[in-house]
């Protein structure tokens, strides 16, 4: 790791603890009453990208408009890749220099009010966490035990050497647990 980045990841820490929370009302819902879901993952991971569009195809089988934001770690978003209807795409040349996206994509994800944001960071991770913590979703669900998961409403806690299946698979659970009666 650089000088730079790590400079770069002290201002992201900086920034981030000097924010305050968005206004937001929080409600624990079940995945079957939810209209909207947002899913935030790093899309470089090829596994992570695969379970993403299974899950997404699991969710609009029960009639939920579904929106994903993927990071690609490079300065371009590889030329295989093309945004679709419910997938969009951000990569380093859209990050300032304290690792906080600054593109429409990112910023209108940030508006859309989900009834559920999924966050499948498995670990911290400075660039996915300002639109986690910005999002005026009502439920944020992903990962605990990472530094930044006092922005969600609902942990998942993963073994030493689990991923993001088994955060999927523990997400998805809790979610059809949920009884929202």
């Known amino acids: 790791m650089s000088i730079i980045d790590n400079i ?3 201002l992201s820490d900086f920034s981030h603890n000097r924010r305050s929370k968005p206004q937001r ?26 379970l993403v569009k299974r899950y997404v195809k699991f969710l609009r089988e029960y009639k939920i408009k579904v929106r994903t934001i993927g990071f690609f770690n490079e300065n371009e978003i590889p030329s295989d890749v093309n ?4 997938f969009d795409f951000f990569c380093k040349k859209d990050l300032n220099f304290c690792l906080e996206p600054r593109c429409v994509v990112v910023n209108n994800f940030i508006d859309e009010k989900f009834d559920i944001l999924i966050d499948l960071a498995v670990e ?21 035990g990472k530094e930044t998961s006092e922005d969600l409403d609902l942990l998942i806690t993963l073994k030493e050497k689990e991923g993001v299946r088994q955060l999927m698979k523990g997400i998805d659970q809790f979610l059809h647990l949920i009884n929202t009666d």
């Not at 819902?29 to 209209?35: D, H, W």
């Not at 945004?83 to 419910?86: A, D, V």
């Not at 991770?125 to 639109?131: A, I, M, S, T, Y």
């Not at 910005?134 to 439920?139: E, G, I, M, W, Y």
Request: a positive charge; glycine letters at 6%; charged letters at 35%.
């Open 83 to 86: 945004p679709k209807l419910e």
């Open 8 to 10: 770069k990841r002290k």
């Open 25 to 50: 009302s929080v409600k624990a819902l079940n995945i079957k009453a939810a209209k909207s879901v947002g899913i935030i993952y790093r899309a470089d991971s090829e596994e992570s990208f695969e």
């Open 124 to 144: 911290k991770d400075e660039v996915l966490r300002h639109p986690v913590f910005l999002s005026k979703a009502n439920f944020k669900v992903g990962a605990g």
